[in-house]
């Protein structure tokens, strides 16, 4: 995919130490943080269609439960087109009761972003990681 995806899907691990709870937090701050560079909160009815959704809140590791109160979604609008891109973060608990966090990009427009949208759940992870650091991560797509 890489270079002309217009699509960026990754599941990071954190310890079990983490509370899901204290991960939401830091991710709605680090979205509030960077809102200066474009990146909004948003609700499904602002472009997320129903199957986007629901693929969001599949965890591809196995057994992870996804906690539906704890998804953060949000938008990005890239500086000189406008374009916007759809973001979301969803938090689920592994059998192992380690935190897993979905992190999810998708261009609305188009079907290559330059990287755009793996730039988009890296700004965010980079700010999360600043206080909680994931132990393992893994990108089905980029």
């Not at 809102?35 to 909004?40: I, M, Q, R, V």
């Not at 809140?57 to 500086?79: P, Y």
């Not at 992870?125 to 994931?134: E, F």
Request: glycine content about 6%; aromatic content about 8%; overall charge positive.
């Amino acid at each position: 995919m890489g270079f002309l995806s217009h699509i960026m899907e990754a599941e990071y691990v954190f310890s079990p130490n983490v509370e899901p709870e204290t991960l939401h937090t830091a991710i709605t701050t680090a979205i509030r943080q960077l809102s200066s560079s474009g990146y909004a909160p948003a609700v499904p009815e602002q472009g997320f269609k129903r199957y986007d959704l629901q693929r969001v809140k599949t965890f591809k590791k196995a057994g992870v439960e996804a906690r539906e109160d704890l998804c953060v979604m949000c938008t990005c609008t890239s500086k000189l087109m406008k374009f916007v891109d759809d973001m979301a973060f969803c938090i689920g608990v592994g059998p192992e009761r380690q935190v897993v966090l979905r992190a999810w990009s998708n261009s609305r427009v188009g079907q290559g972003d330059l990287g755009k949208n793996k730039k988009n759940v890296r700004l965010v992870i980079d700010q999360v990681s600043k206080t909680l650091p994931p132990v393992d991560t893994t990108v089905y797509a980029s």
